[in-house]
């Protein structure tokens, strides 16, 4: 049965696109792959893009939420996960009963860290987050040694990592990233001097992954790359990188409206003559925005939505469409033909990044994997 028989919307998601993804960026930077799976997989769902990542050769994942590291577990992933967000104290058991990599940037944390692994006569897997210029998580840089040494003195404590996170690397000017990646390299030098050797340093993500080979360290952390869309107009994802997601829907119904008919919500939109206009069930409930000048693709054309978009519907123009019937499926993001919306086309009409697009298509849009 086809998607569109059983569907208003869905998402087609090529896991072969993110297993090549991978296994590219591997065979590009030579060292070991996290692939961080944080929201739902950027909206690619997180457990099948978790294990077409191991297959193109990822052998760590990396999450906001301790939440999300366990769903990564109940469904048996075994590989190493870091949590490299926040993670609140009552929550430090469980990360450390499941095997799950913790992230830390001040002595409080370690304590409970150390505490929880005691009683649970483990080990707890800790990496550290040192601030070297993104100024949301970490340990400022010049505190960073001492709070190293602590570490290696701390009992049930495992000093798995140390790490660090880039705020411009997909811009073209490497200055800021100069200095984030010099004052990162003084840390770590200092660290290794006084002989304390976490097992992995990790600094680079998606963009820094494409241009910065003295960043990689043991392994590069990459999101975006791995889904085959851009970092940034200023750092593209080279021609190998395949995007992995089409959204898509259905025409559920077209009528001939005469001139001066008011569409949708507002009447924002007016007909200026005889026109046909069709039905999307596609909405902002669903990750859609309701910003003006959106195009959908239809026969393979680009095809304008007209008046406001509406929680669950949207409503398009079809003059020039003849070939366009009720029950056709149309291409809200992706190719149809030979015409494409990218993530990043959506993104730049919705004033904002390709990041947000993908990780915003709302959890009612059932992702078929293909
Ligand atoms: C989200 C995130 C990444 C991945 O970023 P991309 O640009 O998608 O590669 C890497 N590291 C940390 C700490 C992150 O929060």
């Known amino acids: 049965m086809q998607n569109k028989e059983n569907w208003s919307t ?45 297959r193109g050769g990822a052998t760590w994942f990396g999450v906001a939420r301790i939440e999300e590291a366990l769903e990564l577990r109940t469904a048996h992933i075994t590989q190493p996960v870091l949590v490299f967000g926040y993670t609140p104290p009552g929550k430090f058991r469980l990360a450390i009963e499941n095997d799950i990599s913790l992230t830390i940037w001040n002595q ?83 660290v290794r001097d006084c002989g304390i050797t976490p097992k992995v340093i990790h600094a680079a993500n998606s963009a820094a992954s494409l241009t910065r080979p003295e960043t990689y360290y043991d392994l590069v952390r990459s999101g975006i790359l791995i889904y085959g869309l851009d970092p940034s107009d200023e750092c593209p994802a080279p021609q190998s990188f395949r995007p ?67 929680m669950d519907q949207m409503m398009i123009q079809l003059d020039k469409i003849n070939a366009a019937h009720v029950s056709d499926e149309v291409t809200l993001l992706g190719s149809q033909g030979s015409e494409r919306i990218s993530a990043e086309e959506l993104g730049s009409r919705w004033h904002t990044n390709n990041y947000e697009v993908v990780c915003g298509i709302g959890p009612r849009v059932p992702r078929i994997y293909v």
């Open 10 to 54: 869905w998402l087609e998601i090529d896991l072969g696109a993110i297993e090549k993804n991978v296994r590219f960026l591997h065979q590009y930077t030579g060292v070991e792959i996290m692939a961080i799976v944080k929201a739902n997989g950027y909206g690619h769902g997180a457990v099948p893009t978790a294990q077409a990542a191991i």
């Open 244 to 310: 992995a997601l089409s959204w898509k829907s259905v025409i559920s119904h077209i009528k001939t409206l005469p001139a001066g008919r008011g569409v949708g919500y507002g009447h924002e939109y007016i007909t200026s003559r005889m026109e046909r206009i069709g039905t999307v069930p596609v909405g902002y409930a669903d990750g859609y925005r309701r910003i003006a000048k959106n195009f959908i693709l239809v026969a393979g054309e680009r095809v304008p939505v007209v008046g406001r978009i509406c």
């Open 108 to 190: 409080e944390q370690l304590k409970l860290a150390s505490v929880a692994a005691l009683q649970l006569k483990r080990k707890a897997n800790i990496h550290l987050k040192v601030d070297t210029g993104m100024s949301r998580l970490g340990v400022q840089v010049e505190d960073g040694l001492k709070l190293a040494q602590q570490i290696v003195k701390t009992p049930a404590i495992e000093f798995e990592g140390i790490f660090t996170h880039f705020a411009r690397a997909d811009e073209s000017d490497p200055t800021p990233t100069d200095i984030q990646e010099a004052s990162f390299g003084d840390l770590i030098k200092k």
